[in-house]
C-alpha cells in the first residue's frame, strides 16, 4: 500500500541552525501538507502546497519556514533559524487530486529537538 | 478561530465493551470530519471519516454525525487492548479553496484486559 515517508525520523539540532525535513508523499498526490505536534498538544496545520506554490500558510509559519518541492517527489520543509520552541513532532500528509478522496495521509514525522 | 473540542480523557474501558469518544466543533459550515488514531510517539493514522447525518460503520467502528448538534462520534464495539491509544477528532475547513484539518486534542483510551 502506498504511504508517505519521512526523513530523517529523528533531528537533535542547536539553536539558531538551519533544518530541513523531508517528505515523499504519495506518487499520485498533488496536495501536500505540514503540520506539528508539539509534545502533549495538538497536531497543528502549518502549510499547504499545491501547484508548486504555498496554498495557505497558518500563523506559526512565519518567515523562519519555507516548503520547497524540488524533484517529482520530494516535499520538503526548511527551519532556518531553529527555535527552542520549535522542538515538535513534523508530519508530512498528503491527499489526492481535488474531487478525489478528501482523507489527507500522515507520514511517521520527523522528531525535531531543539538545543 | 475555528475549534474543536474533545474530552482528553483518559476514557478506561473494560475488554470487549463499547468505547465511545465524542467530539464538538465551532464551524456550523464543516461539511467533513475524520477520526485518526495515534499511538504514543507515532503519526495519527485514518480510522473512518463521514460527511452525511447519521451513521457509518467500518468494522467495529462506527462513526455519527449531528450537523445540527455540531457533534461527532465514534463507537468502538468489541474493544480490544490494541485499541489503547489516543482518538484524534479533525475536522476539514475549507477556504476560498484550500483546505486543511483542524485536529482536537485527542481522547486517550485504554482498553482494560
Known amino acids: 500500500e502506498p504511504e508517505v515517508t519521512q526523513t530523517p525520523s529523528h533531528q537533535v539540532t542547536q539553536m539558531g541552525q538551519e533544518v530541513i525535513l523531508r517528505c515523499v508523499p504519495i506518487s499520485n498526490h498533488l496536495y501536500f501538507y505540514w503540520y506539528r505536534q508539539i509534545l502533549g498538544q495538538k497536531v497543528e496545520f502549518l502549510v499547504s502546497f499545491y501547484n508548486n506554490e504555498i496554498s495557505e500558510k497558518s500563523e506559526i509559519f512565519d518567515d523562519q519556514f519555507s516548503v520547497e518541492r524540488p524533484d517529482g517527489s520530494n516535499f520538503t520543509l526548511k527551519i532556518r533559524s531553529t527555535k527552542l520552541e520549535d522542538s515538535a513532532m513534523y508530519f508530512c500528509a498528503s491527499r489526492e487530486r481535488w474531487g478525489g478522496e478528501e482523507t489527507q495521509y500522515f507520514g511517521p514525522g520527523t522528531r525535531l529537538l531543539v538545543l | 478561530q475555528k475549534e474543536v473540542e474533545q474530552n482528553s480523557g483518559p476514557l478506561s474501558v473494560p475488554e470487549g465493551a463499547i468505547a465511545s469518544l465524542n467530539c464538538t466543533y465551532s464551524d456550523r459550515g464543516s461539511q467533513s470530519f475524520f477520526w485518526y488514531r495515534q499511538y504514543s510517539g507515532k503519526s495519527p493514522e485514518l480510522i473512518m471519516f463521514?460527511?452525511?447525518?447519521g451513521d457509518k460503520e467500518d468494522g467495529r467502528f462506527t462513526a455519527q454525525l449531528n450537523k445540527a448538534s455540531q457533534y461527532v462520534s465514534l463507537l468502538i464495539r468489541d474493544s480490544q487492548p490494541s485499541d489503547s491509544a489516543t482518538y484524534l477528532c479533525a475536522v476539514k475547513e475549507v477556504n476560498f479553496g484550500n483546505e486543511k484539518l483542524t485536529f482536537g486534542t485527542g481522547t486517550r483510551l485504554t482498553i482494560i484486559p
Open positions: 463521514i460527511y452525511s447525518n
